[in-house]
């Protein structure tokens, strides 16, 4: 790599991530507006399909949102009918988020339309070149991860 002041906007890799950023979020509007959710909002769904419910702190770092960010998406979702949140009987501090059956029904209506955003995302790439890339972007993220504004448990 040339030095930082040499390189185009093409060589900068944080450029290039926000773009391809840019350009994923006007794919998931192209497959998915017709749901009015967000990325983030189905990430919310799908996490809770995939651990049951959680309070929404363990949520928040499972999708890797802040807890402010975390309270505005629950709220949206739980308005919906989609999740539910209780206060947890041991700590009436503490939200627990549960995905209802409404909410489970509308992600599994959604997944086709993610996962045809996700190959359009990568579809320029061919088919071994797209699993080298995910797993280096995969690669990237746990090495930075401690990095972020907001924590994220990688699986």
Do not use: W
Request: with cysteine.
């Amino acid at each position: 790599m040339r030095s930082r002041g040499d390189l185009s906007l093409g060589e900068r890799p944080g450029f290039l991530v926000r773009r391809l950023h840019q350009i994923h979020l006007a794919l998931f509007a192209e497959e998915c507006g017709r749901f009015k959710v967000t990325p983030v909002q189905y990430s919310v769904l799908t996490a809770l399909e995939r651990h049951g419910p959680l309070d929404q702190a363990s949520l928040a770092v499972a999708v890797g949102i802040d807890r402010v960010n975390a309270t505005g998406v629950l709220s949206r979702l739980e308005a919906r009918g989609l999740i539910q949140r209780d206060p947890d009987p041991g700590d009436r501090r503490i939200k627990r988020c549960a995905l209802r059956a409404l909410g489970r029904n509308f992600a599994r209506r959604m997944a086709a339309a993610v996962e045809r955003c996700h190959r359009r995302t990568v579809a320029a790439l061919p088919a071994r070149e797209r699993r080298n890339f995910l797993t280096s972007l995969e690669r990237l993220v746990r090495a930075n991860n401690a990095l972020g504004r907001a924590r994220l448990r990688l699986e």
